[in-house]
């Protein structure tokens, strides 16, 4: 019988924009939680967390589908173990973005007023490096089909300098916040601050790993 | 003894079903793939190449099959030995492709009907009486033509990467390009045919006029490829990249419908004697009495072979074709172009030398090529390793069947 009929399978860069998207989704949740976090409805943050929960684990599965069906492939126009590298670092995303929404609901911490704006500020910038990070992934998609040529990689490239600038802007604004509320320090109390510095520390660590998995994604257009 | 030849037609033929049922939609595979070429023309195209590669390039390897594998001098004492031989060579073969499709196991008709004449071979006449210099010229062409097949591939993927897909526009490039890459294959057919060949047509051309003509053609194929290309609709403000590398497919697929149909052309010249060269020999040793003289194979005889695959490819060939269609979802046109041109040539080039190949490995030796040349992702691990260790033991069991067969024949009949 005929052996082309099995010797390919799916290119695996459809299965990691998917991933990229469901990872998304995951940082995208910081939005409603901090605003629920700032009115102080911490039934919302229940549920919120629990979807959190519930779209990180859809984003595992995805994970670990896409690393069965890449076990038992030559692989020739990536390397597998970038690939699984990468994979593995945009999962770490989804995974801080969860570990937020857990903070978030340990404690029920009241942000002051004149911080709320600096927060929201800081967590719509860590949403957008994800977003970016996202629209890379499918940057993915079109390159394979231009076979890791062209003029297309050195805008790929600029993508990735584009979301390290990013980060750096993330981390400006942490910083902005965090000296705001150490301003503050002697109407807040202890605990408050011991969380707003956690929130600070998981916060930034999502633009990170983005930063990071981005970054990864020149060793995969280069390698081989 | 006229008995035997009538055997020796029913097999030959059935043989040449079973290339036509099993092997000419790999031919076909890059074009179908695609998507580029619905199914029903495929078949119809790959009947009508196949044939004429079989009937204009067919003789040589022919007469490799025929009488190159074996001693014959050593049967002049008793060439009827050499017929029944060769028949039971034609029965195993056609059992053992048979069997192993059954099971879903991907092996080569060349392979199987080399094993076997060798195997009759060492059985009558012992070890001497092979052509161990031209056996061992064929099993190295088995290792070296994927490899050829395969560097060739990546060679014309990387100038494809290069100058179209890495280009500012490519939309545009690919416009420019595919005429281009159509003068290259039809002048490399159309020589192939004409150069030292055609002699069974009696049309002998010498160095110059082939090339000229070769020349000639492929400038009219590139000019009829232009101007196909230019009659497509294509909106000049298209300025997203993904949409020009869907317009550069678009393009191709024009180019990797001709690619695909030189394959199975070439295919045709290599195959088309695993049916027909026993079966020549038979004939002639029966009509003569004598073993295979110098006389080239008459062209009936690959008319027969090409007419037995078209019918195999018909029948059966439909089924395969839809495969490979639904399940190669990969392949885009412009991969295809480069596997095909690397497996074209290659598989064409040991026709003319008489080299009896299997198209498919080199076809999947082309496929790993542009994979190299990341045109491709990924290659299941497994298949490609079935591949390999089905051809090792078809050889052993390809000649183990045909002595078997040849003994219990001999025993019943002889």
Redesign the interface.
């Known amino acids: 019988m005929s052996v082309f009929k099995k010797i390919f399978r799916p290119t695996p860069f459809v299965k990691l924009h998917e991933h990229s998207r469901k990872v998304h989704e995951c940082v995208e949740l910081l939005h409603p939680l901090t605003e629920a976090l700032l009115a102080e409805d911490y039934e919302k943050i229940e549920e919120l967390h629990n979807l959190m929960s519930k779209t990180e684990h859809e984003a595992d599965l995805i994970k670990t589908q896409l690393r069965d069906e890449i076990t038992d492939l030559y692989f020739m126009s990536v390397g597998k173990s970038e690939l699984s590298q990468f994979l593995a670092y945009q999962d770490d995303v989804a995974d801080t973005a969860e570990d937020f929404a857990v903070v978030l609901l340990l404690r029920k911490t009241r942000i002051p007023e004149e911080l709320q704006a600096d927060f929201r500020a800081f967590v719509s910038q860590i949403i957008s490096v994800s977003e970016q990070l996202m629209a890379l992934s499918e940057q993915l998609c079109t390159l394979a089909e231009a076979a890791f040529s062209g003029p297309e990689v050195e805008k790929v490239l600029k993508s990735v300098e584009n979301i390290s600038e990013e980060e750096w802007k993330a981390d400006r604004l942490e910083r902005q916040f965090a000296r705001h509320f150490y301003s503050l320090e002697d109407q807040l109390d202890p605990i408050t601050i011991l969380f707003l510095d956690k929130y600070c520390k998981i916060l930034s660590a999502i633009a990170n790993n983005a930063e990071r998995t981005a970054k990864y994604i020149r060793l995969i257009i280069r390698k081989k | 003894m006229e008995i035997l030849v009538i055997v020796a037609l029913i097999v030959g033929f059935y043989m040449a079903w079973n290339i036509g049922a099993?092997d000419v939609?790999?031919s076909m595979?890059d074009a179908v793939?695609s998507k580029s070429l619905t199914i029903f023309w495929a078949v119809i195209l790959a009947a009508i190449c196949n044939f004429a590669g079989a009937v204009l390039v067919g003789s040589h390897v022919t007469d490799t099959v025929r009488k190159g594998i074996i001693d014959t001098q050593a049967f002049a004492q008793d060439p009827q030995v050499l017929a029944h031989g060769m028949v039971c060579a034609l029965v195993a073969a056609s059992v053992w492709l048979n069997a192993a499709?059954f099971f879903?196991m991907?092996v080569s008709t060349t392979h199987s009907i080399v094993g076997a004449i060798a195997g009759f071979g060492i059985l009558t006449m012992g070890l001497s009486h092979i052509h161990w210099a031209k056996l061992g010229q064929i099993v190295a062409s088995w290792f070296i033509s994927p490899l050829v097949g395969g560097i060739l591939a990546f060679i014309a993927?990387k100038l494809i990467?290069?100058y179209i897909?890495?280009?500012?526009k490519?939309a545009l490039a690919a416009r420019k390009g595919v005429p281009i890459c159509a003068f290259f294959t039809f002048m490399i057919i159309i020589l192939a045919t004409i150069y030292k060949g055609l002699k069974n047509l009696h049309l002998d051309l010498n160095a110059p006029q082939a090339f000229i003509l070769s020349i000639v053609g492929g400038l009219i194929a590139a000019v009829i490829c232009h101007f196909l290309v230019k009659r497509s609709r294509y909106s000049n403000h298209e300025t997203s990249?993904?949409k020009q590398?869907a317009q550069v497919e678009k393009t191709f697929t024009y180019l990797v419908i001709i690619t695909s149909c030189t394959v199975a052309f070439s295919q045709g010249a290599n195959d088309v004697a695993n049916a027909i060269g026993p079966l020549a020999a038979v004939a002639e040793i029966v009509k003569n009495n004598a073993i295979p003289g110098k006389v080239d194979v008459s062209i009936w005889y690959l008319v027969l072979g090409g007419i037995g695959i078209a019918f195999g490819l018909a029948m059966f060939g439909f089924r395969?074709m839809r495969?490979?269609g639904t399940?190669?979802?990969?392949?885009?046109p412009s991969r295809g172009v480069a596997a095909d041109l690397g497996g074209m040539v290659t598989v064409l080039v040991c026709s003319k030398l008489g080299l009896p190949i299997s198209t498919?490995h080199v076809?999947?030796g082309a496929?790993?090529g542009v994979?190299?040349?990341?045109?491709?992702?990924?290659?299941?691990?497994?298949?490609?390793g079935s591949?390999f260790t089905s051809w090792l033991i078809t050889i052993p069991i390809a000649a183990g069947l045909t002595i078997v067969f040849y003994l219990v024949a001999k025993w019943l009949w002889w």
């Open positions: 099993n939609a790999n595979a793939g499709s879903g991907p993927f990467s290069r897909l890495s280009a500012k490519p990249f993904e590398l395969v495969v490979v399940q190669m979802t990969e392949i885009t498919t076809l999947v496929i790993l994979g190299l040349a990341r045109g491709i992702t990924a290659i299941d691990r497994k298949v490609v591949i």
